[in-house]
């Protein structure tokens, strides 16, 4: 090999090693900025009526009640950024109804994914003291009608499907904690900020209700300025 080959191979190898420190170099945007994680838990009182379901056999379709929770996150250089959902740990409902067969709970992200939390859970194996079936559980949650009862908390975490036979009252409320009928880690990776709905429809006529509250408890991470 000439000489003039072996400088020329040489320029290049360091020209290569400047380029992967380049690389490897974070950029002065990247610098300044870090990922921050927050955490939401936080009760909302509603007092919204369920409208109730249709007379037997008609077929034009009742509407839903939806209650709304507003997630704020905080702004990156000024701008809006909705944040990112590492974990979503419990969603708390307390309603008031006189029969929990009637009703479809879903919540709706900001992102629009829908997840199916309860529907039409009634356990038609209950029977009242005079051993009368008597499926038509008495709402979700205890106490006061507002954040200060105590709600029906799903999360995937919990042992007990809200599906399984017997949770699902007796003329009485549906109490405790339940894994909803479909994962909550499906909004994970979703968008925390904007608004977070609970919408509840009732299928059958005859007994009515009341959203009361909603709860939701996760965490999300999202973009921050670094300090100097
Ligand atoms: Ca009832
Ligand atoms: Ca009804």
Redesign the pocket.
Known sequence: MTKMRWKRLAVLACVGFASLAVLAMPTAAAAKTKKKTATLNRCVNAAVT?P??PPEGSTVPNPAASFAVPVGVPKFKGRPQNGTITALDSVGVRIS???DG??ALFLVSPGGRAVALSTYRDDSTNTDAGGKPSPSGDGYGTGPLNCSGTPVQFGDSFATSITTPGNTGLDAPIAGSFTPEQPLSSFVGGPARGFWTLIVQ????????QINALSLNFTYRYKAKKRR
């Open positions: 369920i109730d379901g109804h006189t029969d009637d009703l009732d299928v059958q006529g005859g007994d009515v209700g």
